[in-house]
């Protein structure tokens, strides 16, 4: 006998073990919508947005938050999205065609940023010199520099990210096992601007992986599972503890979230806001002299 929506007389398409209900397709997609304008409600504050950047890879999230900020925004803001095009062969050219698809159907503008463009290499060549540092590590900066860089240039008074639920759950973890509190204070959504940096709106961060993936499946949305070759397995681990805590005890992952939110308040009073200065190479905001893009990129010139 086929299970029926509990809001209705639909079959159900999931369920929901944290709260107990089953969902039709109509009522889930109303379910992660609400939960979603609640949590831009309760990050947006009292501010108001002209011009509102989304970061875009082409995959489940990004792809979602696009739809979303574009489903809440564009009325009365300009929502547009930025790729950033790493230059990993055989993987991003993929996952910037279906960025580029989406974008046309929902007829915001599009940017692309390259690593090639902005750093004169590419991330096959970083990966190439097998440097001790670790792909993953410049990658990381390196796509924040492009990022920052490019919805600055574009006059962003906000950069969306498509960061969910398992992801800042499986962040607010590791930075607790590394004792890391002052990361800790700093993860998004961003209340606390600080000069030179875009802050961050993160519409997802309470809606689980699996939920993501089921609504971008529901709305014809590019749901691309291609893994980075260079990914590297220690978030993996975080990833895997949660799941077997969530599989035991349904709704840790929101539990972790509710307490790092509890906390997060006295984080920034332990760690305030440090000045920050213009690189003395790019111009960007760094806390030392130079930037961590700046010092990485000399690293690899003299490799």
């Given at each position: 006998?086929?299970?029926?929506c509990s809001k209705?007389?639909?079959?159900?398409?999931?369920?929901?073990?944290?709260?107990?209900?089953?969902?039709?397709?109509?009522?889930?997609?109303?379910?992660?919508?609400?939960?979603?304008?609640?949590?831009?409600?309760?990050?947006?504050?009292?501010?108001?947005?002209?011009?509102?950047?989304?970061?875009?890879?082409?995959?489940?999230?990004?792809?979602?938050?696009?739809?979303?900020?574009?489903?809440?925004?564009?009325?009365?803001?300009?929502?547009?999205?930025?790729?950033?095009?790493?230059?990993?062969?055989?993987?991003?050219?993929?996952?910037?065609?279906?960025?580029?698809?989406?974008?046309?159907?929902?007829?915001?503008?599009?940017?692309?940023?390259?690593?090639?463009?902005?750093?004169?290499?590419?991330?096959?060549?970083?990966?190439?010199?097998?440097?001790?540092?670790?792909?993953?590590?410049?990658?990381?900066?390196?796509?924040?520099?492009?990022?920052?860089?490019?919805?600055?240039?574009?006059?962003?008074?906000?950069?969306?990210?498509?960061?969910?639920?398992?992801d800042v759950a499986?962040?607010?973890?590791?930075?607790?096992?590394?004792?890391?509190?002052?990361?800790?204070?700093?993860?998004?959504?961003?209340?606390?601007?600080?000069?030179?940096?875009?802050?961050?709106?993160?519409?997802?961060?309470?809606?689980?992986?699996?939920?993501?993936?089921?609504?971008?499946?529901?709305?014809?949305?590019?749901?691309?599972?291609?893994?980075?070759?260079?990914?590297?397995?220690?978030?993996?681990?975080?990833?895997?503890?949660?799941?077997?805590?969530?599989?035991?005890?349904?709704?840790?992952?929101?539990?972790?979230?509710?307490?790092?939110?509890?906390?997060?308040?006295?984080?920034?009073?332990?760690?305030?806001?440090?000045?920050?200065?213009?690189?003395?190479?790019?111009?960007?905001?760094?806390?030392?002299?130079?930037?961590?893009?700046?010092?990485?990129?000399?690293?690899?010139?003299?490799?």
């Amino acid at each position: 006998m086929a299970v029926t929506c509990s809001k209705c007389s639909n079959p159900a398409v999931t369920f929901i073990r944290y709260n107990g209900t089953h969902l039709c397709a109509e009522h889930f997609t109303e379910y992660v919508e609400r939960r979603v304008k609640r949590e831009v409600r309760k990050q947006r504050g009292d501010r108001r947005f002209k011009r509102i950047a989304v970061a875009l890879s082409g995959g489940k999230d990004s792809s979602l938050a696009l739809y979303l900020t574009h489903k809440i925004f564009s009325s009365h803001a300009e929502v547009f999205a930025v790729t950033v095009d790493e230059g990993i062969s055989g993987y991003r050219e993929k996952t910037v065609e279906l960025a580029k698809n989406l974008c046309n159907e929902l007829g915001v503008n599009h940017h692309i940023v390259s690593f090639k463009e902005m750093f004169d290499v590419s991330m096959d060549e970083i990966a190439e010199k097998g440097d001790e540092i670790g792909t993953c590590t410049y990658c990381g900066v390196f796509r924040r520099a492009c990022l920052n860089r490019t919805v600055k240039e574009l006059k962003a008074d906000v950069l969306v990210m498509g960061h969910n639920l398992d992801d800042v759950a499986q962040s607010i973890l590791m930075n607790f096992v590394n004792a890391d509190l002052e990361k800790l204070a700093r993860l998004g959504p961003h209340e606390r601007v600080q000069p030179g940096l875009v802050p961050r709106l993160l519409p997802l961060r309470l809606i689980p992986e699996k939920e993501t993936f089921l609504y971008a499946l529901l709305n014809n949305l590019p749901t691309s599972l291609d893994q980075c070759p260079y990914a590297l397995s220690t978030r993996g681990k975080f990833r895997e503890i949660i799941e077997d805590l969530e599989e035991m005890n349904p709704g840790t992952r929101h539990s972790i979230l509710q307490s790092y939110d509890t906390i997060k308040p006295l984080l920034l009073t332990l760690f305030p806001s440090t000045k920050l200065n213009s690189c003395k190479v790019c111009g960007e905001p760094t806390v030392g002299e130079v930037c961590k893009a700046c010092l990485l990129l000399e690293k690899l010139m003299k490799n």
